[in-house]
């Protein structure tokens, strides 16, 4: 089995004149936790949109388990072919800040549908899954409601079980509280970290310090497209360099 999950080597992005991503490599591993973190604008969503191919890479090389996805070929970032994209997209899961649920599907709806559509489940074995991942997340009475009749935290925690029901070898999170306050955001943050327990491979781009600091194996600081610096939780926080140490510090405030 593949230990390296996803490797990352040299992306770039470029938006006309703006270079949001510069030079970005990583790597994670089987079980791993890794936040990002940064100010707004640094990078961190468009490196989550280009890793789950939401974005075309400009540069650089994205694998998945050993198996290349994009490459850089004279100059340019050449992808697969679409057969073996489509092959690689069921290695992630991608957990939006705004749910991005259908809101005329039913909660168990919205959980069966890609299992069924993409990946050809059976019914019966994608709705089992389904009630399954709602009990493990304390919605099984939510089951037959639709999305507007949820309160956010409920609606994140049905985005982050249809991530699930694909049963990905890596889960993405885009900023996962962003869209909820306080004691929603509490919820959710159980829920990732009970997927922590169980050694769930997670990308998380959040704005939660203290979250981070306790659930991270590594946190990864971005700033201005690129890397600023990486670490444990404890090198990051009490050995920070002057840039981080300064943004560490306005949350700390």
């Keep these: 089995m593949q230990d390296k999950v996803l490797k990352i080597s040299h992306m770039k992005k470029i938006y006309g004149d703006l270079v949001v991503l510069k030079d970005i490599s990583l790597?994670?591993?089987?079980?791993?936790?890794?936040?990002?973190?940064?100010?707004?604008?640094?990078?961190?969503?468009?490196?989550?949109?280009?890793?789950t191919m939401l974005e075309k890479m400009d540069g650089g090389e994205l694998?998945?388990?050993?198996?290349?996805?994009?490459?850089?070929?004279?100059?340019?970032?050449?992808?697969?072919?679409?057969?073996?994209?489509?092959?690689?997209?069921?290695?992630?899961?991608?957990?939006?800040?705004?749910?991005?649920?259908?809101?005329?599907y039913t909660v168990l709806k919205n959980i069966m549908d890609a299992p069924v559509s993409v990946d050809k489940v059976p019914k019966a074995e994608a709705k089992e899954r389904a009630i399954s991942l709602l009990k493990q997340l304390g919605l099984e009475d939510k089951m037959d409601v639709y999305p507007h009749q949820l309160s956010g935290g409920q609606q994140q925690r049905v985005s982050?079980?249809?991530?699930?029901?694909?049963?990905?070898?890596?889960?993405?999170?885009?900023?996962?509280?962003?869209?909820?306050?306080p004691e929603l955001t509490g919820e959710v943050l159980k829920v990732i970290r009970q997927l922590a327990e169980q050694h769930m491979t997670m990308i998380i781009v959040t704005h939660e310090m203290q979250f981070a600091r306790e659930l991270s194996d590594r946190i990864?600081?971005?700033?201005?497209?690129?890397?600023?610096q990486q670490g444990t939780p404890e090198e990051i926080f009490t050995a920070p360099n002057a840039r981080v140490k300064e943004f560490i510090g306005k949350f700390a405030g």
């Design 220 to 228: 990864i600081f971005m700033e201005q497209g690129i890397i600023q």
């Design 27 to 51: 790597a994670v591993h089987k079980g791993e936790v890794v936040s990002i973190i940064g100010p707004s604008g640094s990078g961190k969503s468009t490196l989550l949109r280009c890793a």
């Design 160 to 181: 982050i079980a249809r991530a699930l029901a694909l049963q990905p070898q890596i889960l993405f999170f885009d900023e996962p509280t962003s869209a909820l306050d």
């Design 63 to 104: 694998t998945y388990l050993g198996e290349r996805a994009a490459y850089e070929e004279s100059g340019k970032c050449v992808y697969v072919p679409k057969a073996d994209l489509k092959r690689i997209r069921k290695h992630y899961g991608l957990v939006f800040q705004n749910f991005n649920l259908f809101p005329h």
